[in-house]
């Protein structure tokens, strides 16, 4: 791993151990091994190695959903790809994507940073919401309203089917973070929450 990344990884680490407000350049110049001046090399101040670690972290979804075969960010190209699904594929790119976003390292890491931080930091209580409410139920949203659309789905409101199928995603994250031993009950819940809301809203393809 070059400098640049080792700064970021180790970043990261020191935020989610001891908090974003507590962290300064010189810490993390020093858990890397390095000079401060060094550091600013790469990086011209801590807001910006917390912009590139939102940037790895997004790649790092983009990556993996690339391993699922799913396209991640663009709601017109996986309504296609869901189109076809059928609900077994469906609970397995669930429960595929739900695990990823459990434990990954880099992942965990930041959602336990933010989740402290954003009652501390207004700005960083903006990103938690950006990143962990407003940005998935927008993409949820369009990804509903073309599913509906095309007949796939049916609903009156995709805003509330988006609510309806991302709320328990997210609730079951957060209590799998606090209680690692609940993760094979959170599994069968959301088997069990994705099939029902195709019960709902009427997958016509099985």
């Not at 017109?76 to 076809?84: K, L, Q």
């Not at 309203?145 to 789905?153: E, F, K, P, Q």
């Not at 199928?165 to 993760?183: G, K």
Request: glycine residues 6%; charged residues 25%; contains cysteine.
């Amino acid at each position: 791993m070059d400098t640049k990344h080792r700064i970021l990884e180790e970043a990261l680490t020191l935020f989610s151990e001891k908090g974003y407000s507590n962290v300064f350049v010189n810490d993390i110049a020093e858990r890397v091994g390095i000079k401060a001046p060094s550091l600013y090399k790469h990086y011209k101040n801590k807001q910006a190695i917390f912009d590139a670690i939102i940037a790895e972290m997004h790649q790092r979804f983009l990556d993996q959903a690339q391993v699922l075969n799913i396209q991640g960010n663009d709601p017109f190209r996986d309504a296609e790809i869901y189109s076809g699904f059928s609900e077994e594929q469906l609970i397995r790119l669930g429960t595929d994507l739900f695990l990823y976003y459990l434990h990954d390292d880099y992942i965990k890491k930041f959602r336990k940073m933010l989740t402290i931080e954003q009652f501390r930091d207004p700005s960083l209580g903006a990103a938690y919401s950006k990143l962990y409410v407003d940005d998935p139920l927008t993409y949820q949203g369009q990804l509903l309203a073309i599913l509906v659309s095309a007949g796939v789905l049916h609903g009156e409101s995709t805003e509330t089917m988006a609510l309806h199928f991302y709320s328990p995603l997210y609730l079951l994250l957060t209590i799998c973070d606090r209680d690692p031993s609940r993760e094979e009950e959170a599994i069968r819940i959301l088997e069990g929450h994705i099939r029902e809301f195709n019960r709902l809203y009427g997958r016509t393809k099985e």
